[in-house]
């Protein structure tokens, strides 16, 4: 089955680091763009960062910049995030989400999110 | 960025109704990059439409896409009870992509 399956969300303070975890499966996983997205509650969805398939390009939103962290293992078939200086801000459902090979920047494929909540 | 603002906020039909939801963009979206998403409860976001008017793959022909520079119409032909959900605009034709905060379609 063609999915992806986020983890890695817990409840964090702020100042702290998290890192999230996306695991591909049913499709060849280093052919594809990767990105994360996120939806904070009763909000609407926000882009956050972008992989490209071989990990040598990558972009960030202005919100998480200098902060957040976006790396891929092509051999484990798996999207990370890692998070530091967290704020109360980034509390949000995350997800991974695949690119079409047409390379335009929507997104073919989504997981279910993994919940981060920052709080203290 | 690109604003994108759809409407209504919530809209209210019956099943075998025809749906029309509405996204309206800031600025103009070049060549039509615009794609709608249809969210369910506890579900992964699925792509419906992208480039404004193209189906993504398996989704039924009741659902179709027009529009061009800052308006955009996502319609549902006849509404099955598997459509009600939260419905989702994206344009990726400049940087940032961007979101519109949604269409909440629920049966009447």
């Known amino acids: 089955e063609v999915q992806l399956v986020e983890s890695g969300g817990v409840v964090v303070q702020p100042g702290g680091s998290l890192r999230l975890s996306c695991a591909a499966s049913?499709?060849?996983?280093?052919?594809?763009?990767m990105h994360w997205v996120r939806q904070a509650p009763g909000k609407g969805l926000e882009w956050v960062s972008l992989i490209s398939w071989d990990g040598g390009s990558t972009y960030y939103a202005d919100s998480v910049k200098g902060r957040f962290t976006i790396s891929r293992d092509n051999s484990k078939n798996s999207l990370y995030l890692q998070m530091n200086s967290l704020r109360t801000e980034d509390t949000a459902l995350y997800y991974c989400?695949?690119?079409?090979?047409?390379?335009?920047?929507?997104?073919?494929?989504w997981g279910r999110g993994t919940l981060v909540t920052v709080s203290s | 960025e690109i604003v994108l603002t759809q409407s209504p906020g919530t809209l209210s039909l019956s099943p075998g109704e025809r749906a029309t939801l509405s996204c309206r963009a800031s600025?103009?979206?070049?060549?039509?990059?615009l794609a709608w998403y249809q969210q369910k409860p506890g579900q992964a976001p699925r792509l419906l439409i992208y480039?404004?008017?193209s189906r993504a793959t398996g989704i039924p022909d009741r659902f179709s896409g027009s529009g061009s520079g800052t308006d955009f119409t996502l319609t549902i032909s006849r509404l099955e009870p598997e459509d009600f959900a939260v419905y989702y605009c994206q344009q990726y034709g400049s940087s940032p992509v961007t979101f519109g905060q949604g269409t909440k379609l629920e049966i009447k």
């Open positions: 480039g404004a008017s």
């Open positions: 049913g499709f060849t996983f280093d052919d594809y763009t």
């Open positions: 600025q103009s979206v070049s060549s039509s990059y």
């Open positions: 989400a695949r690119n079409p090979p047409t390379g335009y920047w929507y997104f073919d494929l």
